[in-house]
């Protein structure tokens, strides 16, 4: 049995064996979009290696291999001095499940390879902070701990060397091994972490949650790193063909310049609007919005994507069906029916009645007097009402007492039960492509991400926004879509349903007769318009 099997436009095979993402890259590749080379472990590898505590035998000779053919087709040596090569290490299951396992960065940065590295783009700084970010993501990878305060004082001194030093104690520490001096010990025992990710209390938390099966284990994506920290004209972001929050046909996302891709997720770094990048590197973006439009008529869907752009060059990392719920999917379908990418017909079988029901979202009614605490960024829409809890484990315990609204600086993997657990979420940092409103969407749970001026003292068991504290227990109402967090328990109206819904209704009509316009019979509208089409 092959373990390993390249990236190309010719990867072909069942999504539960390859994964998504090597899917997904596999199709950018067969569009002529430019993808990291790269080769991808296979979900089998990971189910074998679940089942009998270790690495399934030649799995180590086949990485030797793959490494060496990247090698040989990069033309850079992964722990060299010379012409270093760094890659990504990413999970990648036949089911998404949006950062719950484990992700290394920039691995193959040895102190050799660092100094090969600073001496080869002359910016020492840049090397260090790379070899920092590569230590960071593996000690969190192999100790299954929050690294950011074992380099949180040292960061803010900008001293990476002395960070790095102190992460290496970390791991040895906690592993009783330190982290390893040749770069291929690094690769195996990250690809180990990878697959042992899987079976974390995170991950079989939100497998239970979205009734994923246990036994698909995931792939494992290794790529050749590319550097969006590596000057000015270098970044990261996450785009959607389309708004994904109302289905508007315009980019959606966010860009960090200066920044890698981790950045953009965690929501500890402010980030920017997409449209950031017309201004600052028209070309990446003309070739992004290209990249969108090609998809996208691949599909005849929204899409997403995860990109990263070195001096001045797009790359594309992942992409995936946008995924639109509500009154953005109702739209969506609509407007590529409009635009003859797909049929009526089509259209009416892509919503569900759950869409239905989302389209009229409560929220905040606008003319209510209420007391507003804070604003940020709808991330889910929805209301919340709960008690506020400043940790995870606090949403779990109070949870048995009534709903919760979790509040935090903003989410990790490490917060997966607390999320689980809390009725609604707010944090004080990250957009919508942060960790906190990825997983929110997932969980369909009311969120607000980014409230401005929001500070959490998980020791005195408060949350502070500007002059006001709040302690933990005290009732919030969180609006997913205006952003709003109110005191106490705030009037909520009904989104109004919107000419996007009424066209797709008539369409429904059209094919299985009117049974009903009132808002309880839109569910059965759409319901018999769909058994027509199944039959037909």
């Known amino acids: 049995m092959r373990w390993i099997r390249p990236l190309s436009a010719e990867l072909d095979g069942p999504a539960d064996l390859l994964g998504g993402k090597a899917l997904g890259l596999a199709l950018l590749q067969r569009l002529g979009l430019r993808v990291p080379l790269g080769f991808v472990i296979t979900a089998e ?32 040596t992964l722990g060299g001095t010379h012409a270093p090569l760094a890659v990504s290490v990413r999970s990648g299951a036949g089911v998404s499940m949006p950062g719950m396992m484990n992700t290394v960065l920039d691995l193959g940065l040895t102190p050799a390879a660092t100094e090969g590295l600073a001496t080869e783009t002359g910016d020492r700084g840049f090397a260090l902070d790379s070899r920092l970010r590569f230590l960071t993501s593996f000690a969190g990878a192999v100790t299954d701990a929050d690294v950011s305060r074992v380099t949180a004082g040292h960061r803010a001194e900008g001293d990476a060397e002395t960070a790095a030093r102190a992460v ?37 938390t ?4 979205n009734g994923i099966p246990d036994d698909l284990g995931t792939a494992v994506v290794v790529q050749r790193m590319v550097f969006g920290n590596r000057d000015g004209r270098s970044g990261s972001g996450v785009a959607f063909s389309r708004d994904p929050g109302t289905g508007a046909n315009s980019p959606f996302g966010e860009v960090l310049f200066g920044r890698q891709g981790e950045d953009v ?43 990263t752009f070195e001096a001045g060059e797009l790359w594309l990392l992942q992409v ?39 389209v ?80 929110a969407r997932s969980l ?13 003292n998980c020791e005195a068991d408060a949350v502070q926004v500007g002059d006001r504290t709040v302690g933990a227990g005290t009732l919030l109402t969180v609006d997913g879509t205006s952003g709003e967090v109110a005191l106490g328990s705030a009037p909520v109206v009904e989104n109004p349903a919107g000419e996007h819904l009424a066209r797709l209704l008539g369409w429904a009509d059209e094919v299985a007769g009117g049974v009903g316009d009132t808002a309880d019979d839109e569910a059965e509208r759409l319901r018999a318009a769909q058994a027509v089409l199944r039959r037909s």
């Open 45 to 76: 590898a990971c189910r074998a290696f679940l089942r009998d505590g270790q690495q399934p035998a030649r799995l180590e000779h086949e990485l030797s291999s793959a490494t060496a053919e990247l090698e040989r087709a990069t033309g850079r």
């Open 168 to 204: 290496e104690e970390f791991v040895l520490a906690r592993c009783g091994r330190p982290v390893p001096a040749d770069a291929q010990g690094q690769l195996r025992w990250a690809v180990e972490s990878v697959f042992a990710s899987w079976d974390t209390p995170r991950a079989r």
């Open 206 to 209: 939100y497998r239970s949650l």
């Open 265 to 307: 997720v965690s929501g500890r770094t402010a980030t920017r609007p997409l449209g950031d990048l017309a201004e600052r590197e028209p070309v990446v973006w003309g070739e992004l919005v290209s990249a969108l439009r090609r998809i996208e008529d691949h599909y005849r869907d929204a899409c997403y994507v995860e990109f």
């Open 320 to 358: 995936r069906p946008g995924r639109f719920a509500g009154g953005a999917a109702v739209r969506l379908a609509t407007e590529l029916a409009d635009e003859r990418v797909i049929d009526r017909h089509e259209a009416l079988l892509r919503i569900t009645p759950g869409h239905l029901r989302q």
């Open 360 to 439: 009229r979202t409560p929220r905040i009614a606008p003319s209510a007097a209420v007391d507003l605490l804070g604003r940020g960024l709808g991330a889910c829409p929805g209301v919340a009402v709960g008690r506020v809890a400043t940790t995870a484990e606090d949403a779990v315990r109070m949870a048995s007492d009534g709903p919760v609204v979790l509040v935090r600086p903003e989410t990790s993997p490490h917060d997966m039960h607390g999320l689980a657990a809390a009725a609604g979420i707010v944090t004080a940092h990250g957009g919508p492509a942060s960790h906190a409103a990825v997983v």
């Open 444 to 456: 369909g749970k009311p969120a607000v991400v980014g409230v401005g001026g929001l500070r959490v």
